[in-house]
């Protein structure tokens, strides 16, 4: 774990904020010469807090207009259908989310789709085929809020 | 904007690496450096390129409790939508709100240091919410895959 001070939180609040600005822009903001900017961007992503940047694209702009997030429930426990689970889910290209949790259901994940026709298909046709795979729970994402 | 089969390739290299240089990116994609910038420029001027975004950890910043709580909300009282997203933004340790349609309401993620920090959360905030009816904790495990990227 790293210790960071309210400088780097401002930094990462910053960059959350528009994650393309440089050292220059973010020191700008902040209240820090370039230079030490850059130092503390470099520290936060040498310590592994910043693992890394991705480009942010529209999906409304691409054609994939429908988000859905998932509960999934195994129905045959085991390590063994765990790990045939996760290889074959983390493989379908509309799933963008995939997260091992504790509660409810076991994993929940995020499919993106280009309209609710297309959902179907990938929820019969590649979630409700997964090896292992229980009860699903779809919930349809209206809004992004805050 | 009209998003071709050239521009496709330029965005699916983008999404496969995020720090990738214009000259390296024209020559991933098979582009003069010219013609891959007017593209990109192109489609970061049509709202297509959105901009670029951190991938955080928050467990190397010290949050090592990640809790995604799905709220179903009493639906009898008129602003209940409303009143709870206010008041749920005032949390410092929640984000990622969302609006559902299905069997809950709303979605949203609990960051907290550790469990006693998140209890703490849990009861002096969240509980303190306005018109919840119903609350579900899904605590993270492990990330199996994040990825931001579309299937185009």
Redesign the interface.
């Known amino acids: 774990m790293m210790a960071l001070d309210e400088k780097d939180r401002a930094i990462l609040q910053a960059l959350r904020g528009d994650g393309g600005m440089n050292a220059a822009a973010v020191g700008k903001l902040v209240g820090l010469t370039q230079p030490a900017a850059w130092r503390r961007i470099r520290r936060l992503e040498e310590g592994g807090v910043i693992l890394g940047r991705r480009v942010r694209l529209n999906k409304m702009a691409l054609g994939f207009d429908v988000v859905v997030y998932l509960g999934v429930k195994l129905a045959a426990k085991g390590r063994v259908s765990l790990e045939d689970f996760e290889r074959a889910v983390c493989a379908i290209p509309e799933v963008q989310l995939v997260q091992h949790v504790l509660g409810v259901y076991d994993y929940r994940l995020k499919v993106v789709a280009r309209d609710l026709s297309d959902f179907e298909r990938i929820l019969r046709r590649r979630i409700m085929t997964l090896p292992g795979v229980g009860e699903v729970e779809s919930n349809v994402m209206l809004s992004e809020v805050g | ?1 009209q ?1 071709d089969d050239v521009d496709r390739r330029i ?1 699916r290299h ?2 496969d690496d ?2 990738l240089t214009m000259a390296e990116l024209a020559a991933r994609a098979g582009l003069s450096n010219g013609a891959c910038w007017r593209r990109v420029e192109k489609l970061e001027a ?12 928050y ?4 949050y090592a409790v990640e809790v ?1 709580l ?1 709220i179903t909300l009493d639906k009898t009282v008129g602003n209940a939508f409303d009143a709870f ?1 206010a008041a ?2 005032d949390i410092p340790e ?11 309401d709303i ?2 993620d609990v960051r907290a240091r550790d469990l006693a920090h998140y209890q703490e959360i849990y009861k002096e905030r969240i509980l303190a919410l306005p018109h919840i009816s119903d609350v ?17």
């Open positions: 904007m998003v965005l983008l999404q995020g720090g049509g709202g297509v390129i959105e901009g670029r975004e951190l991938v955080l950890d467990r190397a910043m010290g995604f799905r997203i749920a933004r929640v984000g990622g709100i969302q609006t559902l349609l299905g069997r809950v979605r949203m579900e904790a899904l605590m993270l495990i492990s990330e199996v895959k994040n990825t931001g990227a579309l299937p185009i």
